[in-house]
């Protein structure tokens, strides 16, 4: 009797143990309690029957089962806390499952005007061009005067200002303004350097006006300039032929007719044949020789062309945008198109 009870504890103790490794949620582990533990549990029932034993075999057989019941309450115990600490981690947010396959962010792309003063810039790059830099707020000097647009010169109608209220002149006259234009890089290129000079200018460029589906009164504009001896409009037109191949197609026509900006002489406009339309894409001519004289170079030693164009237009042309506002809105269904 005394043996077989002993072996019983023994096999409870094992079978109890062996279940217990594999069990890893509470309910299970309840249920578990519950046959060994429990108040009809098989351990639980075998400590009830050690009172019905002779005395000497209660005590030796008592003592077993108490501690069988010690061991598997404290293996409880544990087991419970284990499961709940496992719990925990796959709750926590900080945990990382390094087996799952990467979640790809978005990746940003370029703005449709950034692109197209991309697309232009490499253009005259490759015809010798190089690409400058210039300022945003600029000289009343630099934008107007030097471009042969003196105050009070009708020319300046031709352009809305947005006037800044620094360093104003003793009389109270405006002397810095936002730039109406990219043309006053063309006299800040030849003051500081010598011909020969090609250059292309792209960036900002401010009007003062009331914005409608073809004006902003912020956007961009890229200006050209080539001084050298013996530039003529035969090469400013080929110049431009060339780019505008290049940029819409081979066989793309264009159309230059006469235009007036104060600092070209002649001045032109230049169009595109476009779906069938012509279609002005920007404006040109041969550089004033009074803007040659106010950087001072000698007018009957150089000459020289310059143009200026809007990559707003020309993106509008290109990808079918029908209205200009577009490009500062910051609509994510638009500018996810490009
Ligand atoms: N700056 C002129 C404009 O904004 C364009 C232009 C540039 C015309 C260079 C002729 C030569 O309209």
């Known amino acids: 009797m005394t043996i077989s009870t ?3 504890i023994e096999l409870i103790i094992e079978n109890s143990l062996t279940e217990l490794t594999v069990i890893d949620d509470l309910e299970t582990l309840e249920n578990w309690r519950i046959k060994y ?54 709750n926590n947010s900080d945990s990382i499952d390094i087996t799952l396959p990467g979640r790809r962010g978005p990746i940003g792309h370029f703005h449709p005007s950034t692109l197209v003063i991309r697309e232009i810039s490499s253009i005259f790059s490759q015809m010798g061009f190089q690409v400058v830099d210039g300022p945003e707020v600029e000289w009343d000097r630099y934008n107007f005067e030097m471009l042969n647009i003196p105050k009070d010169h009708p020319a300046r109608d031709m352009f809305d200002t947005f006037w800044l209220d620094i360093n104003r002149e003793v009389d109270g006259a405006f002397t810095t303004l936002l730039r109406t234009h990219t043309s006053p890089m063309q006299a800040r290129v030849m003051e500081t350097t010598s011909p020969p000079i090609r250059v292309i200018i ?26 050298d001896k013996g530039i003529t409009f035969a090469n400013l037109k080929h110049t431009l032929f060339e780019f505008a191949r290049q940029m819409f197609g081979p066989e793309t026509r264009v159309r230059f007719r006469c235009d007036y900006f104060p600092f070209v002489e002649p001045g032109v406009d230049m169009s595109i044949e476009w779906n069938g339309k012509w279609l002005e894409i920007l404006g040109a001519g041969m550089v004033h020789p009074n803007v040659l004289r106010a950087v001072g170079y000698d007018p009957s030693i150089y000459s020289g062309f310059a143009f200026g164009m809007g990559p707003e237009r020309i ?7 029908n209205d200009i506002r577009h490009f500062l809105q910051s609509d994510i269904r638009f500018l996810r198109q490009f």
């Open 6 to 8: 002993l072996n019983q």
């Open 37 to 90: 533990l429990g108040r009809s549990g098989t351990l639980t029932q075998l400590l009830r029957s050690v009172s019905e034993l002779p005395l000497e075999q209660r005590k030796i057989v008592g003592a077993a089962a108490n501690s069988a019941k010690n061991e598997l309450e404290g293996k409880l115990l544990q087991r419970r806390e284990d499961i709940q600490s496992n719990d925990l981690k796959s």
């Open 202 to 227: 792209p960036g900002k460029c401010y009007r003062y006006e009331a914005t409608d589906a073809t004006h902003e009164s912020q956007f961009h504009q890229i200006e050209g300039l080539a001084v």
């Open 315 to 321: 993106a509008m042309l290109k990808y079918g945008i």
